[in-house]
């Protein structure tokens, strides 16, 4: 299957910094990026749909000017978690969709958490 | 998107088929049914998809019922790396959005 990276894997910061995920696809070219958020024991939120050259789609209830979203090519997503606090400690996990013959396979990464302290 | 429900969790001994249900009695003629599995503190994994008849690919089978109200997943000799959360997801393809809203899916433990 196709992969798809995320960097950081981890990451421990001071509260009110910013802090920046990339998503890539290594060997294809993602026509949408997803971001998702997975607090402990629960399951993965849907943060925003992410196309590359326009702008990100934000599900209801995430801030946009909080969680800043590029889509600068067919194989990059950035997630900037800005001015961080405790509550954002969370996995962030980022998926990309390879269109396929007959549906639009979606390939997750690996996750970043994120402990804010 | 179709809702689904499933069971919280299931126990399955190691070497043994493992069969989780999924209800999706909403569904309409034009969605998917996707598995997806997620091993601790990973990136959700994709299983197997389909639309109207079983299916089947290397890691399970997938068993739709004829209404398609419903469907199983089958793992046939279920490992120890086996133990995840398993997400039954049903959504549009290539005609809706493409986004995947998971629920709270099915803790599946492999016993030795």
């Known amino acids: 299957g196709a992969v798809v990276s995320q960097h950081p894997s981890w990451v421990i910061c001071k509260s009110g910094t910013s802090v920046k995920i990339e998503c890539r696809s290594l060997d294809f070219q993602a026509t949408t990026m997803f971001w998702y958020r997975q607090f402990p024991k629960q399951s993965l939120m849907l943060m925003a749909t992410?196309?590359?050259?326009?702008?990100?789609?934000?599900e209801q209830g995430v801030e946009k000017d909080k969680f800043l979203i590029n889509h600068a090519s067919l194989t990059l997503s950035t997630l900037t978690v800005t001015s961080a606090h405790p509550e954002d400690s969370s996995f962030y996990i980022c998926?990309?969709?390879?269109?396929?013959?007959?549906?639009?396979?979606?390939?997750f990464g690996p996750g970043t958490r994120l402990t804010v302290l | 998107d179709a809702k689904t429900t499933q069971p919280p969790s299931m126990d399955c001994a190691e070497g043994r088929a493992a069969n989780l249900p999924c209800n999706h009695s909403?569904?309409?003629?034009?969605?998917?049914v996707y598995w997806y599995r997620q091993i601790h503190s990973q990136g959700p994994q994709y299983i197997i998809h389909g639309l109207k008849n079983n299916e089947t690919n290397e890691m399970a089978s997938l068993i739709i019922t004829e209404d398609r109200k419903s469907s199983t997943l089958i793992l046939p000799h279920a490992t120890l790396r086996d133990t995840a959360v398993y997400y039954c997801?049903?959504?549009?393809?290539?005609?809706?959005?493409?986004?995947?809203?998971f629920g709270q899916g099915t803790r599946l433990t492999i016993n030795p």
């Open positions: 909403t569904i309409s003629g034009n969605e998917y």
């Open positions: 998926s990309a969709t390879r269109l396929a013959v007959s549906y639009n396979e979606q390939f």
């Open positions: 997801i049903v959504r549009l393809g290539l005609q809706g959005a493409q986004k995947l809203v």
């Open positions: 992410s196309n590359e050259g326009s702008k990100a789609t934000y």
